[in-house]
């Protein structure tokens, strides 16, 4: 039934296991089941240059350039239906050599920082976030969760003031620097300007 929680694990767990698969250095292991909301929800999927594997299981067709970012990096579209071209019969065909944006996607970002997506081709992934429960055993559990639903709030509250360059534009973008920033909201209320510099920082990181 689409309406019965999930358990989405212990959340200060799941914390180190979804900032070390944004740094690069591990995979979500979403338990998805039947799920492939994420895989029709009309994403472009980014390729970068070093993604070799999953650059020879994708048809070059499908692949253009990704705008804004240096050359080699690619991005892949989706079917009139907001599909991956790479998922047939609801399964991936390039599950074994798909690419790292695929690799790190979890839609538990959603209910660990609270936010909802409104674009109406994001409903169904919107619609598995509600799902989600954390466990939070320890009081440890407690004070992170709402730190990154503090940072999630803050972020909303205050995109006017955040410079364009680190800005979330979109939720994914939000629900996910919440996560990367949820330390900053540890000790109490941090003024923009403390925002700003881990915003800064968490972007200096990624371009590096
Ligand atoms: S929306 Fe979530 S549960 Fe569904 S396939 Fe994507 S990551 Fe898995």
Redo the contacts with the bound molecule.
Sequence with gaps: MDGDTLPAGTITVWLGEIRRAIDGDGESD?P?GE?????EASQFIHVGPDEVDALAHIPKALLFPAPGLPKGHRLMGYDEHGRCPMLVDGRCTIYAHRPRTCRT???RVFAAADVVDTDPSKSR?VA?ARRWRFDEPLQDDVVRHGAVRAAARFLEDNADALPLRVAPVTATQRAVLAVELHETFLDGDPTVADVVEALTALAGRAEA
């Design positions: 979403v998805c799920c492939t909301a994420c895989c996607y979890d839609c992934i598995r």
